[in-house]
């Protein structure tokens, strides 16, 4: 059974910085594409940032140059590094994984990924 376990969330002013976690346990392919997806109140579920098992990343262009996304193979982990948050950035974060690769312009895509987390709530005040 795959499980994805977010952490890091929190409250943070205009500027700050945080990392997200996603411990990934459970899942045995060998290929995947990986990733986080946010979701603001009343706004649809979007793609944040993914990396594929051939290392390959894609950002949405509102976080391109300010968050990071990498991984920890050793420790089955992915992160998030967001830094000059802005209030737009606060949504809560989902970890997602699938062992798929993604279609053409799919990437971002929340129908292409099978497993989620939970999430985790990102704050950002101004």
């Known amino acids: 059974q795959v499980q994805l376990v977010e952490s890091g969330g929190g409250s943070v002013q205009t500027g700050g910085s945080l990392t997200l976690s996603c411990e990934i346990s459970g899942y045995t392919y060998s290929s995947f594409c990986m990733g986080w997806f946010r979701q603001a109140p009343g706004k649809e579920r979007e793609g944040v940032a993914v990396?594929?098992?051939?290392?390959?990343?894609s950002y949405a262009d509102s976080v391109k140059g300010r968050f990071n996304i990498s991984q920890d193979k050793a420790k089955n982990t992915l992160y998030l590094q967001m830094t000059g948050l802005k209030p737009d950035d606060t949504a809560i974060y989902y970890c997602?994984?699938?062992?798929?690769?993604?279609?053409?312009?799919?990437?971002?895509?929340?129908?292409?990924?099978?497993?989620w987390g939970q999430g985790t709530q990102v704050t950002v005040s101004s």
């Open positions: 997602v994984i699938d062992p798929r690769a993604p279609k053409y312009g799919g990437r971002l895509r929340a129908a292409e990924y099978t497993y």
């Open positions: 990396i594929e098992h051939v290392g390959i990343t």
